[in-house]
Structure formats: C-alpha cells, structure tokens
C-alpha cells in the first residue's frame, strides 16, 4: 500500500465535494437565521486580542487537531456577522449569495488577470462591467476603466493619472522639480492625503479646503486657496470631491467643483468609494449629480453594492487617460479609440489580481441594475428614518441631517461638559461592543465623540433602530438617564 502524500490530501476532490457541501448547508442556515431577526446571534461577537490569541493558537500547535470545517464554521461565529439586521458599523455590505461563490470561483480559478490571456472571461467582464456602470453614472462611451483593490488604490492611481496630465513637469523620467498640489475638504477620507505623501509633494502638497456645518467643502473658498497656493509657486493639478465623506456621509457639491476645475483647468477627482453607488437609487441619485462632470471617479462596490471587498471601480471620463498612469505624458495614444482595454495591468496597480469583475458581473446579469436600486435606496430610506426618530427623541442628537446611509448621533445626559458627554458616549460604545448584540462604530467631529451607525444591510429595519435606542438607554447610567 502506498502511503497518501500530504499533496495528494490536500488536492482530495471528494473531501472537498463533502466539505463543500455541508459549508454551503452552514452558510445558508446563518442567512437564514439572520433574515430572520437573528435572534440568539450577537452582531459581533467581540472578544479581547489577548483571549483571541488563546482561542485561535492551539490549532497551530498541532497540525490537524481542529478540523478545516470546524475552524470555518467558527470563523463564521465568531467573527462580525454583516448580515445580521443589527449590524450597523463600518461602511461594508452583506453579499448577496451569488457574489460570494463567484468569489469562490475566481479564488479557485486563480487567473491572473494581469494580462488578457491568463483570464478571458475575467478581463472580458471587468470590462463590460465598468462600460455599465460608467453609462449609469451619465458617462459618455468614451469613459473607460478598471476595478481595483479598494478605493484607497483606486484614488492613488487616478491622482498619479492626473499627476502625468496636468503637472507642467515631467515627473515620472524627471522627478519633482517643482511644488504641486491638489485640493480636498478637510472632511475627506485620509487616504487622499496619503496618497499625496506617497506622491511625495509633502504637507503643502495637499489643501485643505473648509467646510460648512454640513461637513460639505466650502467651495467659496477654493478661489483664495488656490490663487494664495499659486501665488507661493507651487502648481496646483486638481481637486478631489468627497461623494460622500467617511466619517459623516457628506456630499460635496459636485456641480460647483467641476466648474472651478474648468475655470482653472484641474483634474475633478470624485472619491466616490462610498457614496457614488447612489447613483443606481432612482429616488437618491440627485445627491450626487455633477459625478458625471468628474475626469475620474472611485466607487467602491463593497460599500453599498452587496459585493464581497474588495471591489472598486475606478472610471475616467476619457478612457484613454487611464492609460496615463504609469507613464508620462503619451500624446500619440489619443490617435487609438480603445487601446488594449483588455490588458489591464498597464493600467492598474496590481500584477497578479483576482477576477474582480466577476462579482459585480453575476450581480447585473442576474438582477440588473435594478437591485442596486432596490438596495440603495432601502438602507438610504432608513437613514432618513433613523434620522428623524433621533431628531424627535428627547435623549439622543444628531450630529448633522444624514445624507447618506451614515447617521453620527449622541446621548444627550443632563447639563455635561463637552468632556463628560464625550466619555458617557466612549462607555456607551465600549459597553455595546462589549455586549456584542449590536455593532456600531464612534467618530470624532472637533472636539466631540459620535456614535456612528452606518446602515449598511438593506435588511434591517427600523424595529432594530427602536431596538439600539432602548439598549443605549438601557446602558447609560441612572443620574444621567434623560
Ligand atoms: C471607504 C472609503 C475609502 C477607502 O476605500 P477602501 O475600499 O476601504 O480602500 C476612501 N474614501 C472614502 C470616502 C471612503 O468612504
């Protein structure tokens, strides 16, 4: 008898048709539990790193003692359930069904994607994905692009395009011999900034532009900002739209940003990872029109598109500016319409990638563009009413009127000081996320600490809403209680 090679174990097709299928059995029974109510089954089930590191170690420590399906089931346990009705944290989707096994497939499939031949079908849908979605957002057939790894990437490599189009210099042969900058709300994602300093323009690389008491970038003050920065020499190349920012869901007025890159001639970058997904919502679009003046515009679809992340599109206006990225400035490929749109690494940051347009692919050609709609707008009308049940309860306080599925509220307490409110609200959140039934995040705005709920799961209603304002209620102590 031949003695079983770990290899030969490890590539098993029956072990992997069982394992399978009773995985499948465990996920489908956790949605269901979760549609219905999730009753018995915390949000997220938190524990201390210290205790995670005990839990999770022996598994290591003896190379088979827990079982593969046992380690997957109790991932799906313990770890955050997005699914559950009362998740209401950080700005991620619960995917649909049909995107997590198309995940399973291009995990599977492995094709590379750098190039059109280590993956046809994958190159070909990506493609044909963002010539869609670009259509939805009021983009002409001339916008083109890719889908990238998250909005971070997909905002680092539009700005690098916009570097090679608008800097005077040539800076990918030459290097920076002169200042240049772009302009941003101060309420924008800290990735822009990042992406800045990556760039290496340094702190006056980037310009903080104001904003209202909406958390909106004022723009009556892009004019002084730029003609100071100007003025002190350095070159300013563009402006990033926040549609919408992080930490509030505020949109920029978009309309008012294009026609201040026009006057100066500015690359328009709208950081749409968030919010540029409201587009699809027939009753919600309007609260980002002007998207489609942008040259460029990041939408993440694992933020409201029930798409596993992480999947971003990245489009330009002019498709063929997204071939500008990582070269100077290369007038003679204006003479082609379409140039290899089906080679995607000379355009995208990653070699080797998943099939990411896959997800996003299975989504439209089994429900249209119409269950995108359906989901935004759903989580977007229960912001609005979670809005107005804050603003009509004598104990809690909006931070600003939601524009977007992101809702920053506090609990009020009785005559505090800044401080004092703040650390009743620290203990509320720690106290939730230690109970574990509910997620939800925090946020600082100035020198206040928010409660933030992002209504990210279309599923939930305003029966959970009702239900995280008694828990809070519940958790604040008595001479505080409103
Ligand atoms: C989430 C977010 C990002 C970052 O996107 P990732 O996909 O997490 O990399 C950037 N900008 C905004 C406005 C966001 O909300």
Redesign the pocket.
């Known amino acids: 008898m031949t003695k079983t090679s770990l290899l030969q174990t490890a590539y098993d097709p029956e072990a992997f048709r069982s394992m399978g299928y009773q995985l499948i059995d465990e996920l489908a029974d956790y949605l269901a539990t979760c549609q219905a109510g999730g009753e018995g089954m915390p949000a997220n089930p938190w524990i201390k790193p210290d205790a995670a590191k005990q839990r999770w170690s022996p598994a290591l420590d003896k190379v088979g003692s827990v079982s593969s399906l046992q380690i997957l089931s109790d991932t799906l346990k313990e770890g955050v359930h997005l699914h559950h009705p009362k998740y209401m944290g950080h ?1 991620i989707s619960p995917p649909i069904p049909i995107t997590a096994l198309a995940g399973l497939v291009s995990d599977w499939m492995n094709n590379g994607m750098g190039v059109y031949e280590m993956g046809v079908p994958g190159s070909t849908m990506e493609h044909l994905v963002i010539k869609k979605v670009s259509k939805h957002m009021g983009f002409s057939e001339a916008a083109d692009g890719f889908i990238t ?7 680092t490599t539009a700005l690098l395009a916009a570097r090679s189009i608008k800097a005077r210099q040539r800076v990918w042969t030459e290097g920076h011999k002169e200042p240049l900058a772009l302009m941003v709300s101060e309420a ?2 800290y ?2 900034d990042r992406a800045v300093k990556i760039m290496g323009w340094g702190e006056t690389g980037i310009i903080k532009v104001p904003v209202n008491d909406r958390y909106q970038m004022d723009t009556g003050q892009l004019e002084h900002l730029y003609q100071s920065a100007t003025e002190a020499g350095t070159q300013v190349i563009a402006v990033v739209g ?5 930490a509030t869901g505020s949109f920029d007025d978009l309309e008012a940003i294009a026609t201040f890159c026009q006057q100066y001639d500015l690359w328009f970058h709208v ?5 540029a997904a409201l587009a699809f919502s027939g009753k919600y679009k309007d609260r980002v029109k002007g998207i489609e003046l942008a040259d460029s515009v ?1 939408m ?1 679809f ?2 409201m598109l029930l798409t596993p ?2 999947t ?1 599109a990245l489009i330009f206006k002019e498709g063929t500016h997204s071939y500008q990225t990582f070269s100077q400035r290369a007038d003679y490929l204006f003479e082609q319409a379409d140039p290899e749109w089906f080679n995607f690494a000379k355009r995208t940051f990653e070699c080797t990638k998943l099939m990411l347009g896959l997800k996003a692919f299975m989504t439209l050609s089994q429900y249209g563009v119409e269950l995108w709609d359906e989901a935004v707008t759903a989580v977007m009308d229960l912001s609005q009413a979670f809005g107005e049940m804050i603003r009509n309860h004598p104990a809690f306080e909006l931070a600003v009127e939601p524009a977007c599925n992101i809702v920053c509220f506090r609990y009020k307490g009785n005559d505090l000081s800044v401080a004092e409110q703040n650390q009743l609200n620290e203990q509320i959140r720690q106290a939730l996320l230690e109970d574990g039934e509910f997620y939800i995040v925090k946020t600082w705005l100035g020198e206040g600490l928010w409660l933030r709920t992002t209504l990210a799961n279309p599923l939930s209603t305003t029966k959970e809403l009702q239900g995280l304002l008694g828990k809070i209620e519940g958790l604040v102590p008595a001479d505080q209680t409103v």
């Open positions: 700005q790894s998250g909005g971070t990437l997909a905002n924008a994602h990735c822009v926040s549609a919408c920012s992080t950081d749409g990872a968030h919010g990041a993440d694992h933020k992340s992480i971003t």
